[in-house]
């Protein structure tokens, strides 16, 4: 018979993430230096100390940034090691673009609409090897 079990599926804590930590506290306390030097230049009419609150705000993105990636570093060196680290590494966001099956050109044009399988699909026409390509099925939401 099955049975319930303790089952390790993440980490917190650790340096790293008191690291990121301070970073995120840097930022909020920015946020709250830019919104208070707002509410003296609007309140006092002195619009000159803008300037110390965009100073302050842009001084805690940097921190954070700068945290943010030290506690990234950590992380990674722990996990090199196959040491337990908490927290996520950052990974890097996927850019993609629509190529060409036969060539990989990302260089065709639409050329007409068909139905397939009662779908309307666009059709294209690789400039590059002139292959015909059909696109996603278009449907009309009406
Ligand atoms: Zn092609």
Not at 19 to 27: A, H, Q, R
Not at 56 to 70: D, E, N, P, R, Y
Not at 72 to 93: F, S, T
Request: hydrophobic share 45%; aromatic share 10%.
């Amino acid at each position: 018979m099955a049975h319930l079990q303790k089952k390790i599926i993440s980490y917190t804590g650790g340096i790293e993430s008191r690291v990121e930590g301070l970073g995120t506290f840097f930022l909020v306390l920015g946020i709250i230096a830019a919104a208070f030097w707002v509410y003296v230049a609007i309140s006092a009419a002195r619009y000159e100390v803008i300037s110390l609150g965009i100073l302050q705000l842009s001084a805690g993105l940097t921190l954070w940034v700068l945290f943010t990636g030290i506690a990234d570093w950590i992380r990674q060196a722990k996990r090199l090691k196959g040491l337990p680290y908490g927290g996520q590494i950052l990974e890097p966001n996927a850019v993609t673009a629509q190529v060409c099956s036969e060539c990989g050109s990302s260089n065709f044009v639409q050329t007409k609409t068909e139905k397939i399988d009662n779908e309307p699909h666009k059709m294209y026409e690789c400039q590059n090897c002139k292959a015909r390509i059909v696109g996603e099925a278009h449907r009309r939401f009406l």
